[in-house]
């Protein structure tokens, strides 16, 4: 029998979800939900590869889907390292050409200091994961050099927002350009060095997709029903190359107009976030994350292991010492300064808070070592220890500083004899 108010009620479901929808994307799109939603995916894989359910999960990341045909029968961890870190890395890409068209990585002088910090973080911790595998014999484990160089955006500006309440705004300035030149330095270091053969022909067949992606955003195209199947292409070509896939995500946020007539960059960005950061990068991290410690015995054995010793301190101090360092040197002897408000022990705190490496981190020591090799286990470990604890030095850092930056605002804003205006102001 036909029901005469289904269509109606049907149309008046679907008004009353839609907003309902906004409001989970508004949600997810905060910094500190992104945050929140990569560390329970991390810790739910934690926790189901050390339980005696350990073999189902390692089952789950290895069952094979997608067409064999197309050279794309993919694990499911295959597929979220590949795949959806595109999705990641073109949100990526779209801020990255924002900074430098719009953003702080516009001007050279207010932007010299976190470039040069971003540097300094890469170079110090590369250094110390290879003098300190030199140094104990394992020339074997060089390939991993890179892992401890990444910072987490996601992750350590969700940090960030959680602890500041009284900071300055230029303190999260600084960490979001250092940490958007970083994600541009790893780009680079996975796309060549982690290209372990190169196929021409398909990363050339790459370029007709890519460019008509490019073209139609250009003009101002939104159709998700042609730009969606552009990307696709490109990201299926560039990964039939050789190239890590997340590259052509990369390469297509650089595409989308930031400024003029057709600028989408910021509508790109709003509408993507959401996946990035509530689908793509939690899943990820759940893939990515579940290695097998052996218990306590097994993670204390772990950290003692080149691999995880080095990408751990790396993280911990490299990280820290190459930022703070040279920023400090290059204010020091180039007259370069920090913005106004800025401390160097707030500059400290974010030196420590780069050591948060997680998910792009996760995404080289895979590259560097494979997937389910003693290595690759041993740089996850590091990569987890690393920025837990990088996190938790950063926020005590940090919340001292907020503490103090709260003292300075409320003598400036005590008003003790009640005259509406603050003392600080009274003759």
Not at 110 to 134: D, E, K, S, T
Not at 253 to 267: C, I, N, Q, T
């Amino acid at each position: 029998m036909i029901n005469r108010n289904e269509g109606p009620r049907r149309r008046l479901l679907t008004r009353a979800t839609w907003p309902e929808t906004q409001r989970f994307a508004e949600i997810l799109r905060k910094e500190t939900v992104g945050g929140i939603l990569l560390l329970l995916a991390a810790g739910v894989a934690l926790v189901w590869a050390n339980s005696p359910a350990a073999q189902s999960y390692h089952a789950l990341s290895e069952l094979a889907v997608g067409p064999q045909s197309w050279h794309l029968r993919l694990s499911l961890s295959a597929w979220a390292a590949d795949g959806l870190l595109a999705i990641f890395f073109f949100v990526v890409g779209v801020e990255l050409k924002r900074e430098f068209v719009a953003g702080d990585l516009r001007d050279p002088a207010r932007a010299a200091l976190p470039i040069a910090a971003a540097v300094g973080g890469m170079l110090a911790p590369a250094g110390i994961f290879v003098g300190l595998n030199l140094w104990l014999g394992h020339p074997e484990n060089l390939d991993g050099w890179a892992v401890p160089i990444a910072t987490d955006i996601a992750f350590a500006l969700a940090v960030l927002a959680v602890i500041s309440t009284h900071l300055p705004t230029a303190l999260r300035t600084f960490l979001l350009t250092l940490a958007v030149v970083d994600d541009l330095l790893a780009i680079i270091v996975i796309a060549c060095f982690y290209t372990d053969h190169l196929n021409p022909a398909a990363l050339a067949l790459a370029v007709i997709p890519g460019g008509l992606f490019v073209a139609a955003v250009q003009r101002g195209v939104r159709h998700w029903w042609l730009l969606l199947p552009l990307a696709a292409a490109t990201w299926a070509l560039v990964h039939a190359s050789g190239i890590h896939a997340t590259v052509a995500g990369v390469l297509l946020g650089f595409g989308v107009p930031v400024l003029g007539k057709h600028a989408s960059a910021e509508a790109f960005e709003h509408a993507l976030r959401p996946l990035s950061a509530g689908v793509a990068v939690p899943v990820f991290a759940f893939f990515a994350a579940g290695v097998s410690v052996g218990g306590w015995p097994g993670l204390v054995d772990a950290i003692t292991h080149p691999v995880t010793a080095g990408v751990l301190l790396g993280l911990v101090f490299g990280k820290a010492i190459g930022v703070f360092s040279t920023t400090f040197l290059l204010a020091r002897f180039t007259g370069a300064e920090l913005d106004e408000g800025l401390g160097w022990l707030d500059v400290a705190g974010v030196a420590l808070l780069a050591g948060i490496g997680f998910t792009v981190s996760l995404l080289i020591g895979e590259l560097a070592f494979g997937a389910g090799t003693a290595a690759g286990a041993d740089a996850k470990i590091g990569v987890l220890a690393g920025s837990v604890i990088a996190g938790m030095l950063a926020a005590l850092v940090l919340l001292s500083r907020n503490a103090a930056y709260r003292r300075i605002h409320e003598r400036e804003t005590a008003d003790d004899d009640g005259d509406g205006v603050p003392d600080i102001y009274q003759p």
